[in-house]
Every structure is written in structure tokens, then in C-alpha cells.
């Protein structure tokens, strides 16, 4: 059975009882001795290959956080969906066929991009390779274990537990089976050992989906109005309550909803669109935007919100970048409980916590922190104080170097 992730304490609690029944985790995730203290390895002769079958701004952050170290870094990447841009002197070998990412249609496409990686993966000359996720890790543990060259396997997302019925099982099992030939693991959030199992935690370190603070270095611009300013900003699905949201600030006053990001179904973006034709205080745009917008929005915003189904079993380890962009940006967040990032703003008493898909103790935790401007200024600077302390990149930067350092070391 799953095991959920840990209880954390201090929430704020806008109806009573709202939280999370969860268990302890165990100490021991980063075993990495003095990841800190490492001295970084002369890299300049050291060559990286990225592997990745989708855009992502965490793996953008790893890429330039390798490049400043000195590392030689290149991508194999399947370029669909949302815009993805890199600096010339990085070698990108890019599939360039665009299908809507976690669309069960896509599947059908996954053989096009093995057989393109497999491609590049056995031309290209490479010291280190650093996988993304199951579907492209697979095939690259084939042939670094074929060149015997060392693998990082980063996990975004632990694709067994994305995946329904018989589908679920099968890849989990083969997934947790072939980790164990990694030379090092990364999650995103230390609740994930228990998604992925504790048995090969002495391989594991958590990497959070902290943004980078020169990002953040510009003042929040004066506002001109009394209007309160919601964001959600990223991936758009029907998982997240985007309709609930919009639904939820229908009837009030002077609040704005700016939605900034991608949405592949096209059944939910023309639900979005019925449910938004003739609001005013709703600004929309799901083809994609660029990450440097998202945080700008993020500063300009008094709130946003991060609710993910926790039915779904990947979602209750979710640990995502808008929760830290919250943080960075000194603005509150709404999430729901029974989740890792629950557990997070519960310990940092950062924001908002709710049940997930409640509409009323929705609107109540939108109404508390509109009224109340005190309650927003704190949590925001609770959460500011936690992202320069615990959550910045730099920390996230030094342990990937301390990596680095130890599998090119051997």
C-alpha cells in the first residue's frame, strides 16, 4: 500500500479541522556526507548529456547551473507543447514533433522518440548521462550500461503512479527495478522515497523545484488599482480545479484572475472558455508562455494557487515550481491537504490549506486573505524567509554539483 507523505504542523486553518493525517518520514534521505562542503571537481573536460522527452523549467535550471560550473553540457530533447529556449553554445539535438504532453494519444508517439534518442544517445560522445523520468530513462541505462558510463536518473514524476489500470503495476515495477543500476537518483521533494521505495535510499537526494533568485531581484511594481490579483500560471489541467477557481471568484469584487500557461485538452480548454466568456475580471491564455512571464505575473500577484487531485497518487507527492515561485515572490498560496506541498506550507506557515475540490472553503480562504492584507503579508514573508533559508536555487545548485562531484569522482 502507498504510504503518504509526512505531517508538518503550524498551518493556517480557514475552517476548522482542515489538514492532514500523515505519517513521519524517516531521516536519512540525503546521504551524500557533507554535500555542502564537497570541493567542486576541475569539470572543463567533463561532458554531460541531458535526455528529456518534454520542455521543462527545472531541467532549463540544471542545464545553466552545470554550464556555470564549467561541465561541457548538451540536450537530446522532444520539443512539444510549451516554448523552450536555450543559449547557443549548448548542443541540442531536438525532436520537434508536437503532441500535447500526458495526452494518452501521445503514446503512441513514444516510438518515434526512442528510436530518436537511442539515435543520439549512441553518436554522441557523453562522460555522464543525466535521464528525465521513466521514458526516457529506460533506454538510456541500456546504453550507458552498453558505453559503461555512469547515469543520473532525475524524477520529475514517477510515471507508474501517472498511469491507469494494468499500466500502473507494469511500469512501476520496471521502473523501480531498473533505478536500482543508477549511479545516483534525484527527487524533487523527500516525501518521494516513499513513492519509489526506501530500499535504495542510500542513492537518493532531493533537488527542490526552487526557482533562482536574480529572478526575483526586481521590486514588485506599485499597483494602481484596489484590485486584488489572483495567478495560476504553468500546466493547466482538469486536475487542478482551474474551473473551480474561476467559479469560485465569479461574484466578487475587485479581484482579477490572470491565467498564464499551457493546456492540451481541448475539451477542458473549451470548458475554460464557456465558463470565462463575458467575465471581465478574467484574463486567459493557454498556448504557452514563457518562464520570465510566469514570475513576473507571480510578483505582480497577491495570491496563487496550487490544487492538485490527490485521487491521483503522483499528485499527493507533487512538489510543484508554483509553490516555490509563491515563496520567492512573498505572496501566499492556496493548496490542498493530503499532499506533500501541503505538508511544506503547513511547516513554513507560508499559505492556505483546504480539501480539495471544496468550492466553499475556497471561496472563504480567497475572501480571508483578500480582507485581510496582515494575514497576506505574513505568510507571504513566512514563505520568503523559507525560500532564502531552506528552498533557493543555490542551495539546489551545491547539492547538484555535490553530485556531480562524487559520480565523475567514482
Not at 524524477?155 to 498511469?163: E, S
Not at 497577491?302 to 509553490?323: E, G, M
Request: charged share 25%; net charge neutral.
Amino acid at each position: 500500500m502507498m504510504q503518504k507523505p509526512p505531517k508538518m504542523e503550524d498551518q493556517v486553518i480557514i475552517k476548522k479541522n482542515i489538514g492532514c493525517d500523515l505519517e513521519a518520514m524517516p531521516e536519512g534521505v540525503h546521504d551524500f556526507k557533507d554535500i555542502h562542503e564537497l570541493k567542486r571537481s576541475t569539470p572543463k573536460e567533463n561532458k554531460i548529456l541531458m535526455a528529456i522527452s518534454y520542455p521543462d523549467t527545472r531541467l532549463k535550471k540544471e542545464l545553466e547551473s552545470l554550464k556555470k560550473s564549467g561541465y561541457k553540457v548538451s540536450l537530446i530533447i522532444w520539443e512539444r507543447s510549451w516554448p523552450f529556449l536555450l543559449d547557443d553554445d549548448v548542443e541540442v539535438k531536438s525532436l520537434k514533433l508536437d503532441v500535447p504532453v500526458g495526452h494518452v494519444k501521445t503514446l503512441f508517439y513514444f516510438p518515434v522518440w526512442w528510436g530518436f534518442l537511442l539515435f543520439w544517445l549512441l553518436i554522441m560522445k557523453w562522460d555522464v548521462l543525466h535521464a528525465v523520468n521513466f521514458d526516457t530513462y529506460f533506454f538510456s541505462i541500456i546504453v550507458a550500461k552498453i558505453k559503461r558510463k555512469p547515469v543520473v536518473y532525475d524524477i520529475f514524476d514517477f510515471y507508474g503512479d501517472v498511469m491507469e489500470g494494468f499500466l500502473r503495476p507494469l511500469i512501476s515495477n520496471m521502473d523501480n527495478f531498473t533505478m536500482k543500476f543508477a549511479d545516483v537518483i534525484i527527487i524533487a521533494d523527500d516525501s518521494r522515497i516513499y513513492q519509489i521505495g526506501q530500499n535504495i535510499k542510500n542513492k537518493i537526494i532531493t533537488i527542490n523545484n526552487a526557482p533562482e533568485e536574480s529572478l526575483f531581484r526586481k521590486n514588485r511594481k506599485n499597483k494602481e488599482d484596489n484590485e486584488f490579483k489572483i495567478f495560476l500560471g504553468g500546466k493547466i489541467t482538469g486536475q487542478r480545479c482551474t474551473d473551480l477557481i474561476i467559479s469560485a471568484i465569479k461574484d466578487m469584487e475587485n479581484v482579477q484572475l490572470i491565467i498564464k500557461g499551457y493546456c492540451g485538452e481541448k475539451n477542458y480548454i473549451n470548458k475554460l472558455s464557456s465558463l470565462t466568456n463575458g467575465m471581465k475580471n478574467v484574463s486567459m491564455d493557454l498556448n504557452g508562455v514563457l518562464y520570465d512571464e510566469i514570475i513576473q505575473n507571480t510578483l505582480d500577484a497577491d495570491l496563487t494557487l496550487a490544487l492538485y487531485d490527490p485521487d491521483i497518487p503522483n499528485n499527493v507527492y507533487a512538489s510543484p515550481n508554483k509553490l516555490f515561485e509563491a515563496m520567492a515572490s512573498g505572496i501566499p498560496i492556496i493548496v490542498n491537504e493530503n499532499t506533500s506541498m501541503a505538508n511544506i506550507v503547513q511547516k513554513e506557515n507560508c499559505g492556505v490549506v483546504i480539501p480539495y475540490g471544496d468550492k466553499k472553503s475556497l471561496i472563504e480562504a480567497i475572501s480571508c486573505l483578500k480582507d485581510n492584507e496582515g494575514l497576506r503579508k505574513r505568510l507571504g514573508d513566512n514563505g520568503r524567509k523559507a525560500y532564502e533559508n531552506k528552498y533557493n536555487w543555490k542551495i539546489m545548485e551545491n547539492r547538484l554539483n555535490s553530485i556531480y562531484h562524487q559520480v565523475l569522482k567514482g
